[in-house]
């Protein structure tokens, strides 16, 4: 087989980057340009990038922005590269343009309760960052370690905490972007309020680095969360478990974490890390409050009645530690999923009286394609993550490992949800996005790509094709 040859037109585009960058920003080494063409998607094949450009400013990312619609060639905005539906993934001829390197924080201000930072950092340290002042930035993604800001805005991310606090958009004040032509966009504000124009900083949040760059976020703040306590709900069925929910949802409660587990889930935490919950336990529902001193035990013992009127066996933790334990098999159900094959993670969300059809449907799908799936989920808000086990090496158990994949998408349509909740479309649901959002919607997308974007170099190929 032949070596494949760089697309033409690849020596004068390394050329120009080569000319306004610096050395240790730009290469195009084809060990490194694979290493970083891909993000943590499964089934999706990356194309091969003609540069990788490792930005440290704004200046950066207008010059190669600058080159690329000289060039009309693809570029592929990335941050840490934790995304799981292949956003971040390289197109052939694109350049990879990362900006992992622009990780500072710009300032904390206090008397504002606001950050502004580059979209480099990652979540876990801007969060460390702003709780040293008493501050709390509350969207709190599983990998909040090891994803970016930058991510983490461009994908609108969700996490644990969000039925109470809310996701990604709704920290957002501003945005500094730069656009497909290199033009600096300022979007957004530092007020509480502000409606001055079309609301450009909430169109750019979630569109997956199809509109612009971002190069600059301005973030609203909390005050510090109340330490929580937290109980769980040991149910003798589904139906149990979705009735404690929508009871707690119908009581006004809104506790500040509300997480599901199905038995393939319990299956998996018991084997892996010995969690000894017995067999009659057929799903878990964990649930925190951090409402703040009595109220936080006030809250506990209404959810705890709540969990045992819908038939749940309640286990109380005594403090934040004990809590802390209980979580751990929620938090380590990933990890224990391994011990059965590859895993590939869907995200989708449905009304939240939906819970038993998504979980039944899932696990109807799960024995229909003859593979293994565990439910997880945030059920406060109806996102859930049903989990399908494979092995990769097995080129037909893969392949049903993807249909199965779609096919819990389009139960979830069936059942009035959507087709992700919070890790976005990228390439792996972009042949579902129409049936969700129907044509007049897909083109306006198409529209508003054009007027950010008008020779379709930024991202091509996700989300929704041109
Ligand atoms: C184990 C695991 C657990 C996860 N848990 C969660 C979870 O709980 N909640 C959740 O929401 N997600 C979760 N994710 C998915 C992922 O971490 C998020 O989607 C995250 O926001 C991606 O951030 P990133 O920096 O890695 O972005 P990347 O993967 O690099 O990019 C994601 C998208 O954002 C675009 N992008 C990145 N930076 C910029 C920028 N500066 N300007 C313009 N576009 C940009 C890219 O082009 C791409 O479209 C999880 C992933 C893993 C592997």
Redo the contacts with the bound molecule.
């Keep these: 087989m032949s070596e494949p040859t760089d697309p033409p037109g690849a020596a004068a585009l390394l050329a120009d980057l080569a000319e306004v960058l610096p050395a240790d920003v730009l290469t195009s080494d084809p060990d490194i340009l694979a290493s970083y063409a891909v993000?943590?998607a499964m089934f999706v094949e990356p194309g091969r990038a003609a540069a990788l450009v490792r930005a440290r400013n704004t200046a950066q990312v207008q010059q190669v922005m600058r080159i690329a619609t000289r060039h009309r060639v693809p570029v592929?905005?990335?941050?840490?590269?934790?995304?799981?539906?292949g956003?971040?993934i390289a197109i052939d001829g694109c350049i990879l343009?990362?900006?992992?390197r622009?990780n500072r924080i710009l300032e904390i201000d206090p008397a504002n309760r606001l950050v502004v930072t580059q979209?480099?950092i990652?979540?876990a340290d801007l969060s460390r960052a702003v709780a040293e002042f008493g501050l709390y930035y509350p969207?709190?993604?599983?990998?909040?370690e090891?994803?970016?800001?930058?991510?983490?805005?461009?994908?609108?991310?969700?996490?644990?905490c969000c039925v109470k606090y809310g996701?990604?958009t709704d920290y957002v004040l501003g945005l500094e972007?730069?656009l497909a032509d290199g033009r600096l966009l300022r979007t957004g504000r530092r007020t509480v309020k502000g409606v001055a124009g079309y609301d450009l900083t909430k169109l750019?949040v979630g569109?997956?680095?199809?509109?612009?760059?971002?190069?600059e976020a301005t973030l609203m703040l909390r005050p510090r969360a109340e330490q929580p306590l937290t109980l769980a709900g040991l149910y003798p069925s589904t139906e149990a478990a979705a009735a404690a929910v929508s009871a707690v949802v119908a009581a006004g409660m809104v506790p500040s974490l509300l997480e599901f587990m199905d038995r393939a889930s319990i299956d998996a935490v018991n084997q892996t890390f010995k969690m000894g919950f017995e067999d009659h336990v057929q799903a878990v529902l964990l649930a925190q409050s951090d409402a703040g001193g009595e109220r936080t035990r006030n809250d506990i013992a209404q959810l705890a009645q709540i969990f045992e009127a819908a038939g749940g066996e309640v286990v109380l933790a005594e403090d934040p530690a004990e809590g802390e334990a209980l979580l751990v098999a929620r938090r380590q159900v990933?990890t224990a999923f391994e011990q059965f094959g590859t895993t590939m993670?869907d995200?989708v969300c449905v009304p939240r009286d939906r819970l038993v059809d998504l979980v039944r449907g899932t696990q109807a799908l799960a024995a229909k394609y003859s593979l293994k799936v565990g439910v997880v989920g945030?059920a406060g808000d109806g996102n859930f993550?049903p989990t399908v086990c494979f092995d990769p090496t097995d080129a037909e158990e893969a392949l049903r490992a993807k249909e199965l994949f779609d096919a819990i998408m389009e139960l979830s349509l069936d059942l009035g949800g959507t087709i992700t909740?919070?890790?976005?479309v990228?390439t792996m649901k972009i042949d579902l996005l129409e049936r969700e959002i129907g044509d007049v919607a897909l083109d306006l997308h198409r529209r508003i790509k054009q007027a950010f974007d008008p020779f379709g170099i930024?991202?091509p190929g996700?989300?929704f094709r041109a």
């Design positions: 993000d943590r592929v905005p990335q941050g840490a590269r934790s995304g799981l539906s956003a971040a343009l990362n900006v992992e622009m979209p480099g990652f979540n969207p709190d993604p599983a990998s909040w090891f994803c970016s800001i930058g991510g983490n805005l461009s994908t609108n991310s969700g996490g644990l996701v990604t972007l730069v750019i569109s997956e680095g199809t509109l612009g760059v971002i190069t990933l993670i995200d945030h993550h909740g919070e890790h976005g990228g930024l991202n996700k989300v």
